[in-house]
């Protein structure tokens, strides 16, 4: 059964839908394109699902204008799940061969070396190998490996400090496979989840530093069937239940505006954790007039930096002005987000690097 069957009433309530949600997707917001509002995107897979239209190579774009935050859920009277139904019909434009270059080409990379980097990953984690028992196994996700792992440093200096160290965990050489979900390889996607789920049979908790890794495992693994035995938290819930512990230091005599990231938020709804760690250790966090569910988009998921980069970095850039002033930071607890702010040219921080400066000063 096509990934898309599941999604038909979405696709047909979308496209019967007086556009009520356009002001709320990012993409369409950076574009300006008719076609790439949740309606034209929803209304170009229903066509599709109900063999109206052929899948082409404009229906395909038209199902790649996502990111998959989700931030059109928050305003519909249904709660159409755009996004996944998006990445669903995906499918169709993996069967066709119509997929936009930056997709086709991070599935061919994957596909070789089981992440979208192309890069051998154990050796990597060899460096922060576990050389005493811990709770948590750290599971940073691939992209913090290849990227930036000095926020691997960050986060394991924390965590001692709070009280519970953790060590990077073996499976983290192995992506969680997102990339494969978000590109439309459904089939694929189902049985890498099913390989990891026995890599993880031996790790009774693990804490996952990428909100899109966390989200992954403990939302999309289970509606394609694969349930981990593993306890899986975010990195953050974990500091947060364990913010007693620290020592009562006074906060940085700082300023930052705060992004919530779309999978950490409307994701896995882990809104106040982050927060109450940051306000600990900043003298002053700001909030966008839109947050917490109504939150935006930073650009960087559902594979849009690959298959549409400026308007990734634009969707960025946006949002970078709502979070805060031109002169002022960003902290975000989204790898992927931090990234992506500062290719769009601002200043922006990850939380674990802001606790880290704030305990050692």
Request: net charge neutral; hydrophobic share 35%; aromatic share 6%.
């Amino acid at each position: 059964m096509s990934a898309m069957t599941q999604h038909a009433q979405a696709y047909r309530y979308c496209s019967a839908c007086p556009k009520l949600c356009r002001f709320s997707c990012p993409v369409s917001e950076a574009t300006q394109n008719e076609s790439h509002s949740p309606w034209g995107k929803m209304t170009a897979s229903h066509l599709v699902q109900v063999g109206v239209r052929a899948n082409d190579e404009s229906t395909s774009k038209a199902a790649h204008a996502c990111t998959g935050c989700g931030r059109c859920t928050s305003f519909c009277k249904h709660e159409n799940t755009v996004g996944d139904a998006l990445f669903a019909a995906r499918e169709e434009s993996v069967r066709t061969n119509t997929q936009p270059k930056g997709a086709a080409t991070t599935l061919a990379t994957f596909t070789e070396w089981h992440n979208p980097f192309g890069r051998e990953l154990a050796s990597l984690v060899d460096h922060w190998r576990i050389e005493a028992p811990v709770r948590f196994q750290l599971f940073p996700g691939c992209s913090t490996l290849v990227k930036r792992n000095a926020l691997i440093d960050d986060t394991l200096k924390v965590s001692e400090a709070f009280g519970v160290p953790m060590g990077v965990a073996r499976v983290s050489s192995r992506c969680c496979g997102y990339p494969l979900y978000a590109a439309g390889a459904h089939d694929e996607f189902i049985e890498h989840a099913r390989v990891t789920q026995k890599m993880l049979d031996e790790v009774p908790e693990l804490a996952v530093l990428d909100a899109g890794c966390a989200y992954t495992l403990k939302e999309v693994y289970p509606r394609v069937g694969v349930k981990l035995s593993t306890n899986v938290r975010t990195v953050v819930e974990v500091l947060e239940e364990n913010l007693e512990h620290v020592a009562n230091k006074p906060p940085l005599k700082e300023s930052a505006g705060y992004h919530d990231a779309c999978h950490l938020g409307r994701g896995l709804g882990q809104y106040e954790q982050p927060r109450k760690l940051l306000k600990r250790a900043l003298t002053e966090v700001l909030e966008a007039p839109s947050n917490r569910k109504e939150g935006g988009c930073s650009g960087g998921g559902g594979l849009l930096p690959r298959t549409m980069t400026d308007v990734s970095v634009e969707v960025a850039r946006r949002q970078a002005i709502e979070v805060a002033s031109e002169e002022g930071a960003i902290v975000t607890a989204c790898p992927t987000s931090k990234r992506m702010f500062e290719r769009a040219g601002r200043q922006s921080y990850d939380l674990m690097s802001i606790l880290r400066r704030w305990l050692e000063s």
